[in-house]
């Protein structure tokens, strides 16, 4: 039986919920066989739904509300974590979150959207979605962590900065323009993460790194599906066709150029087991930072410049 594009993740989530209901009774109710024998089509049915996944449904797990955010990445993975408030020139932006932290031994700025769990806190984080202040807050501690000789670590999942009216009148173009300029040329290793969606110069802002690490059902675009069927044929239920198009998701992009690597994520996303989820992103941010940190200063400029000026080249016949 086909199952829609909507609605793929559902007979999974029904098995987990079988599961689960198993798991809470008593050992030795006799559930043993069936536990075992759900977890097994579990397994091979998330293989199986995962490994034919279309673009639009990997956009669709990107945007799964149970993905990590960067505070469960900060929780996991770091420890004396001081959190940073204020951009020092209007106020403070929930949706990005930004600080300082040790991490695995060596002291970090990490810098990240940050979408909210509940209905409250979605609507005090704006969704993910960054107003100016929240851009210069950021920018702020980049350069505090430049002055103090700190790796800059970034985590990506917004569906893009805040088109609003409040953060227009404050500069929100030039917010994300400044951004692009200090991080081109700031002189501690960057390292980004894209966790979920990657959404136009709402996630560039904080997206000109060394490494640009994307988990393996993330997206990283220009525009959402919805924005370009909306914009290319006037219908926005043309966004699947749309997301084929536009080549988003982490393999597409690994073979643009775009990123550096993949995280692989466990199975059925990176929402079915947060913590092995931030163990690998871990990993591989740890393996990036013993790379980087040997390169001297101009060096490390010099190759950063040469990344991003060697994006979007192509051949003549």
Known sequence: MAISDSAFDEPLNELRRKIKELEGFPAGSGQEKELERLRNTLRKSTSDVYAGLSRWQKVLVARHQDRPYTLEYVQALMTDWVEIHGDRGFGDDPAIVAGLATFRGRSVAVVGHQKGRD????????????????????????KMAEKFGLPVLTFIDTAGAYPGLDAEERGQAEAIARNLIE???????????????????????????DRVLILEYATYSVISPE???????????RKAEAAEAMRMTAPDLLALGVVDEIVP????????DPDATCRRVGDAVERAL???????????????????????RFDED
């Open 290 to 312: 013993q790379e980087l940190s040997r390169l001297p200063t101009k060096e490390l400029l010099a190759r950063r410049y040469d990344k991003f000026r060697g994006l979007g």
């Open 227 to 237: 924005g370009c069927a909306a914009i290319l044929w006037k219908d926005q239920d």
């Open 119 to 142: 209905t409250k806190e979605r609507i005090w984080r704006n969704f993910g979605q960054p107003r100016p202040e929240g851009y210069r807050k950021a920018l702020r501690v980049m």
């Open 265 to 272: 994520e466990p199975p059925g996303g990176a929402h079915t």
């Open 183 to 209: 991080m081109a040329v700031l002189e501690v290793p960057i390292i980004v993460t894209v966790t979920g969606e990657g959404g136009s110069g709402g996630a560039l802002a904080l997206g000109v790194g």
